[in-house]
């Protein structure tokens, strides 16, 4: 298998982020995120941990980037109605905007039920725009990610452990940022794109 790549480029525009930012967390709060699929497999893990960290934190406003978004926060609204004003959703966005929200997070928190693995698109687009991410490990997840320590780990099942992950890199800036560098880092050393090329040239020159 070849690992996935991001499809959404990054734009490199702090104005504009900076702008999705004062509008979600006009106080100066942090911004946690998530982009992806908001299906049913996702739904239970993905509510706990949003939930978590808005029950931790009164100042965290949590974004929600994607199609799907707009119905995932209002089921969860149901649930949860005192997290209404720090509950945002972008809906369907163009990629450039996409790529404006993603930079406008503090973090990203991408839970799979499965672990997170190389054919996780959303994850890699976190990862090209360099964000910290908290994520979960599971019977899918390939060694590469506990060892490149780019991303913040916790046990899939052990939903507490990954909320704890979210709460302590909200409070640790310098944390974040290693974990941002080291992303971006990770992304370009093993999943940009000329990768992919050059397997897929090497696997066609190799047939002839």
């Known amino acids: 298998w070849l690992p996935a790549f991001s499809n959404i480029p990054v734009v490199e525009d702090e104005a504009g982020a900076n702008a999705i930012r004062r509008r979600i967390a006009p106080q100066g709060g942090k911004i946690a995120g998530h982009f992806g699929a908001y299906g049913s497999v996702y739904a239970d893990?993905?509510?706990?941990?949003?939930?978590?960290?808005?029950?931790q934190d009164a100042d965290l406003s949590v974004l929600l980037i994607g199609n799907g978004g707009t119905d995932f926060r209002a089921r969860m609204?149901?649930?949860?109605?005192?997290?209404?004003?720090?509950l945002h959703?972008?809906?369907?966005?163009?990629p450039a905007d996409l790529s404006r929200s993603i930079a406008a997070c503090?973090?990203?928190i991408q839970y799979y039920p499965?672990?997170?693995?190389?054919?996780?698109?959303?994850?890699?687009?976190?990862?090209?725009?360099?964000?910290?991410?908290?994520?979960?490990?599971?019977?899918?997840?390939?060694?590469?990610?506990?060892?490149s320590r780019a991303v913040a780990l916790a046990p899939a099942n052990d939903l507490?452990?990954?909320?704890?992950?979210?709460?302590?890199?909200?409070?640790?800036?310098?944390?974040?940022?290693r974990l941002?560098?080291?992303?971006?880092?990770?992304?370009?050393?093993?999943?940009?794109?000329?990768?992919?090329v050059a397997a897929l040239r090497a696997s066609f020159e190799g047939a002839e």
């Open 45 to 55: 893990g993905t509510t706990a941990l949003l939930a978590a960290g808005l029950a």
């Open 106 to 108: 503090d973090l990203m």
């Open 160 to 177: 507490p452990a990954m909320a704890g992950l979210v709460q302590r890199l909200i409070d640790d800036g310098p944390e974040r940022r």
């Open 114 to 147: 499965d672990g997170v693995t190389t054919r996780r698109t959303s994850c890699m687009v976190a990862l090209e725009h360099g964000r910290p991410v908290v994520t979960a490990s599971g019977r899918l997840t390939e060694p590469l990610w506990e060892k």
């Open 180 to 196: 941002g560098m080291a992303a971006r880092e990770l992304y370009d050393r093993r999943f940009d794109i000329r990768h992919t």
């Open 89 to 94: 959703a972008t809906g369907a966005l163009a």
């Open 77 to 86: 609204i149901d649930r949860h109605p005192s997290f209404a004003n720090r």
